[in-house]
C-alpha cells in the first residue's frame, strides 16, 4: 500500500508539474505592454500606452504609423477574436474547428463576402488603402513576434494564422451588415407560415410600431442642443445595442498624430473609430432597421435545370465551385449558384424554402452588391472638422443603414440616416418576390439628400431609439419593422425634464429602468384577472410597481414571466410548428389584443368553447407563477429579476468546458428589460434561460463638446480577449453598475499606465 500511495503521490506531482508548466507556457503568450520593440515598417518612434482598464492611448508621428500601432495593439489584445470573425467572413472554420464549421461555411460561403471584399478594397481612396494597408502591417508585425508563443486558443488547435490583409478588414463591415439586415429570416419565416394562414392573418401578427419620429423633434442615441445644456454646447449620448459575447466587439483607444486626434471604440479588426469624436466633431448611431435585404423566388427553366427564369427568357446560373476544407476529416466540394438578384440560399439552409418543386431562393442584399465605399466614408467622418464634413461623408456610406448623430465644438449638430435604401420596382420586401416579374427590381436606391436627416437648433434635442424617423408622409419606403414606441417614449420623457442638461444627466438616462411595455400593458391585463387566494400578493404587487426593471425587485420577474407565458397562450395554437421561431415578448402585439383584436385569444384546439383574453390572461399568469416557483422556489418574497435576468460573459472556445468555462467567465445580475432604455433584451423561447439579458450595450459613451476631453466610456467585459490577461473580465462590473472611463490626452498622465515603445529598426 505504501509503494501505491507513492505511486499515486507521485502521479500527483507530475500531473502538477505538467499542469504549472502549461500555465507557465501560456502565460509567455501574453503579449509584451511594457518594453521596447523594433518595429519595420514605421517611419519614426511611436508608442502604446495602456492604462489600469487596458485602454490604449497611441502617439505616432503620422497617421500611417498610428495606424500600424493601432494594428499591433488590436492584435495583442484580440487577434484570436480577429482570427476566428475572419474565418466565418471567409467560410472556413471549418479548417480551424472542424465539422461544427461546415454548415457557417456553406453559407458564407455562398453568399461570398470575403471575395467582395477582396474586389471593394482596390476601389478605396488610396489614403483609406494607406491606412488598411498601415493596420494590417502592425497586425502582421504582431504574428512575426508572437510567432514562439501564440495566443492559448492556438496553442490548443495548433494553428498558424495566414497574414492580415486589407480585404479582411473591410469584410467587417459586411458582417455587420448581415447581422443588422437580416430581416430576409422575417421574410423565410412568413413564408413558411403562408402554408398554415392566410396573409392577411400574418400581417396582424406584425402591427406597425407607431411612435414619435425623430423629423418631429423627437438605440439610444442622442443629442441635446447646447441651448438647453449647463456649458452651452451639446451634449451627445450613444450606447449601441448588440449580442453579448467575450471579448465584446468593441475596443477602445485613442490616437494623437500630426493633425489627427481620434477617440471612442473601434471594431478589432479595423482602423477606423466606428462611434467617437475626433476632438472638434463627435458621432454616434442607432440601426434603421431599413428594409436593404429581400429573398426572391427564382423559377427553374422547364426543360434545363441550369438556367432560371427572367422577362427576358431563361438565363443560366452563375456557377462557381469551391472545397470546404474540414479539420479532422475529409475536404467537401460545394456548388454555389447565383441568380441575377444573388446567391442561391435554398441551396444551403434549410430554413430557406422554394415554395414548389422547380423553384429556388436567392437573396437580393444592398451589401452584396459592388462599389461599396463605406470604409471612405468612415476614414472621412473621423477625420471631419465640422457636423457639415461628417454629413459629407455620410454621402459615401452604404450602410447598413444608420442613423448617424453627430455634433460639433461650435454648437452644430444633427441626424443623418445614412446607407443604400433601394426603391423597389414592385413590393416592399415583405414576402418573397417573384424573380420573373421585373428586369430590375431595384431601379434606383433613395437619393441621398431624400433621405431622413435634421439640421438641430440649438434650442432642441434629437433622440433615437430604433423607432420611426419618417411620418406618413414621407415618399419612399424604408422598412415595416420599426422598434416598438416605448423606449422612445421614455427617452423623450426623461430628455423633456425640467432644468439644464449635463454629461451627468445623459449618464444617468442611459441607466433608466422603466418599462414602457410594463406601464401600457398591466392596467388592462390587471383588470382583467380574476383576484384569487393564489396570486393576490401578486396583483397587489403589480399594481403598486412603477415599472422600473431594477435587479433587486420580483415584479420585473412576474411581468415578464406572465407575457411570455400570454403569447405562448394566445399565439400557439394557430402557429403551431411556427411559434418557437415566432415567440418574443411582442409587446404591441399584445397590446392590439387586448385592444381591439380579442379573436386571437380564441384556443382553436378548444372548437366547443370560445376562451376570451380574460381566460388566457388568467391562465398565462397562473402558469407563470407555477413556472417561477418552479424555478425560483415557493416564496415569492425571495424572487429577484437579477436572479433570472443575467448576462454571462463567457469565450467561445472556453464557455461550456468544465471548471475552465467557470475559471474564465463571468456572470452578473443585470437591471433593464425588453423595452428600457437601460436594454436588457432575452430569448423568451430558450428553456434554459429564458429571462437571460443576451442582447445589450456593450458600448456607452457620453461626449461633451465644450470639452471633448471630458467625454466618458465605458464597454462590456474588458479590452483583453487573452484569458490570461487582468483585462479580460475587469470591466464586468463596472459595465453593470454604470462606472465610466475617461481617455484624456496623452499630455494627461493616467496613473498606473504602462508603454510599449515602438522604434523603427
Known sequence: MRIVRRAFALLVLAAACLAAGGVLYL????PPISATLAAPGLSAPARIERDRAGIVRIAAASPTDAYFALGLAHAQDRFAQMELQRRLAQGRLAELI?????????????????????????TLDPETRSSLEAYAAGINFYLKSAAQTPPPEFVLLRHHPEPWTPADSVVWGKLMALQLSGNFRGEALRARMRQRMPLARIDALWPP????????????????????????????????????????????????????TIAGAAFAGTPFHILGHNGRVAWGMTTTNADVADLVVEQVAADD??????????????????TIAVRGGAPIPIRIRTTRHGPVLSDVVSWIEPPSPGHVVALQATWLMPGDRSADAFRAMTRAGNAEAVRAALQRFRGPPQNVHFADTAGEFGMVTAGAIPIRADGDGW??????????????????????????????????????????????????????????????????EPGRHRVETSAAILADTVSGSARTLLPPLLALVARTPANADVLDRLRAWDGAMDRDRPEPLVFVAWLRELVRAVFADELGEFFEEFWDLRPVLVERVLASEPGWCDDQATPDRRETCADQATTALDRALEFLAG????????????????????????????????????????DGGHDTIHRGMMRVARKDAPFANVHGAGFRAVFDLADLDQSRFMIAGGQSGHPLSRHFLDLVQPWRDFAWLAMPALAVPMPGSRTLRLVPP
Open 98 to 122: 472542424g465539422p461544427a464549421g461546415i454548415e457557417s461555411d456553406r453559407f458564407m460561403r455562398t453568399l461570398g463576402i470575403h471575395r467582395l471584399a477582396q474586389q471593394i478594397e482596390p
Open 431 to 496: 414576402m418573397p418576390a417573384d424573380g420573373r416579374t421585373a428586369r430590375d427590381r431595384w431601379p434606383a436606391f433613395i437619393p441621398f439628400d431624400r433621405l431622413p436627416q435634421r439640421v438641430g437648433r440649438p434650442y432642441e434635442v434629437i433622440a433615437n431609439a430604433n423607432n420611426r424617423v419618417v411620418d406618413e408622409s414621407y415618399p419612399f419606403f424604408i422598412t415595416r419593422e420599426w422598434d416598438a414606441p416605448h423606449r422612445i417614449a421614455r427617452l423623450l420623457e426623461r430628455l423633456d
Open 27 to 30: 502565460w509567455t503568450s501574453l
Open 305 to 322: 435545370p441550369g438556367q432560371y427564369e427572367t422577362p427576358d427568357g431563361p438565363v443560366p446560373f452563375a456557377v462557381r465551385e469551391e
Open 631 to 670: 424555478r425560483y422556489g415557493a416564496n415569492r418574497d425571495a424572487w429577484r429579476w437579477g436572479t433570472a435576468h443575467t448576462v454571462r460573459f463567457a469565450p467561445a472556445w472556453l464557455g461550456d468546458v468544465p471548471l475552465l468555462g467557470r475559471l474564465f467567465s463571468a456572470e452578473v445580475a443585470t
Open 209 to 260: 410600431a407607431l411612435g414619435p419620429s425623430t423629423t418631429e423633434g423627437a438605440s439610444n442615441a442622442w443629442v441635446v442642443g447646447g441651448d438647453r445644456s449647463t456649458t452651452g454646447k451639446p451634449i451627445l449620448a450613444n450606447d449601441p445595442h448588440l449580442g453579448f459575447r467575450l471579448p465584446g466587439i468593441w475596443h477602445l483607444s485613442r490616437i494623437e498624430a500630426p493633425g489627427m
